[in-house]
């Protein structure tokens, strides 16, 4: 009970530590004393530059964060695999391929991206969940990096090998685009503590939860939707980002346990820190350009999911 409550103290200290330096550096960089002043009305080109630049950007990756680090959770509880995550899965990249081509064959309509990654997501999962593969933990890597590639090359092929991931990220964000992501962020985390029981219970065996009158396969379709929920509204926001759902929820579990309704709501901090600290590191590394938070996850995750594999082998990642 201590080691988790020094857990939490420590994180959600780190975030507030983390906001605050985000706000202080950027292109210029801007001390305690001159946002104070900027904030007490006497500075405002710094205030403008704040609000309108640097706020909606830590905003929008503490929210992408926390719900990133959510869906990795959640969907390594229904797949029972600590590998399971909305990214490698090919959820995601396939949020941006309907995206895409959405845009492409369809006049634009409300909530047109947050929709067309949602269809993208589920049609991902439908792909990605049988019997065989929930059963093997290997071969859903294998099928969901294969999926994740397949979707990405036909995002490429639609875009003529053009990225066009680059339109996408933290840079430039706006507030309505954080106002969106605030409001769908807040329903899709609150719905993740209340089915954290839940995620609980499907450590059992499907068997054991019929037997007492659970109903299994609801429990896992719902659990199922609201990551594609969360994965999805981060897609269509920032883009794909990926390893926050491997990274955060292996973690987790070192430091709060395997009960997630401990594991939930500590990620949902620390997805929200490391994304956040990801994307200020990407704005100051090369200035005056940046690094996009994707591709310094990207860097980060690869060795972590290495190392996660090496050291449990592919029948010693089941997640419990």
């Not at 009305?41 to 950007?57: D, E, H, K």
């Not at 294969?146 to 706006?174: E, P």
């Not at 940046?290 to 090496?310: D, H, K, N, W, Y």
Request: charged share 10%.
């Amino acid at each position: 009970m201590m080691k988790e409550r020094m857990a939490y103290l420590i994180i959600c200290m780190a975030l507030i530590l983390t906001a605050m330096l985000a706000l202080m550096l950027g292109t210029q960089f801007y001390s305690l004393s001159q946002l104070w002043q900027a904030l007490t009305g006497s500075q405002s080109a710094i205030l403008s530059t704040v609000l309108n630049f640097r706020l909606p950007r830590i905003i929008a990756a503490m929210i992408a964060g926390g719900m990133l680090a959510s869906a990795g959770a959640v969907s390594q509880s229904v797949f029972r695999n600590r590998l399971a995550d909305p990214t490698i899965l090919g959820v995601t990249s396939a949020g941006e391929l309907f995206m895409l081509v959405g845009s492409l064959i369809l006049p634009a309509f409300a909530l047109q991206k947050q929709l067309l990654a949602l269809i993208g997501g589920l049609v991902a999962f439908a792909l990605l969940a049988n019997r065989k593969t929930l059963r093997q933990p290997y071969q859903l890597i294998i099928v969901g990096v294969a999926l994740n590639l397949t979707f990405m090359a036909l995002t490429q092929l639609f875009t003529k090998g053009i990225n066009v991931s680059s339109a996408l990220g933290f840079n430039g964000i706006t507030w309505s685009s954080v106002y969106s992501l605030l409001i769908t962020g807040f329903i899709g985390l609150v719905a993740v503590l209340l089915m954290a029981p839940w995620a609980n219970d499907l450590k059992l065996p499907d068997e054991q939860l019929s037997s007492v009158g659970l109903p299994v396969s609801a429990m896992r379709l719902g659990l199922l939707a609201l990551v594609v929920y969360l994965s999805a509204d981060v897609t269509a926001a920032v883009g794909t980002i990926p390893f926050i759902g491997i990274i955060i929820p292996n973690i987790a579990r070192y430091f709060v346990g395997h009960d997630y309704q401990t594991i939930l709501p500590f990620s949902m901090l620390s997805g929200a820190w490391l994304l956040l600290l990801v994307d200020t590191i990407g704005r100051i590394a090369v200035l005056p350009s940046e690094i996009s938070a994707a591709t310094i996850m990207a860097v980060i995750g690869g060795p972590f999911l290495i190392i996660l594999i090496q050291r449990g082998g592919f029948h010693g990642i089941k997640a419990r």
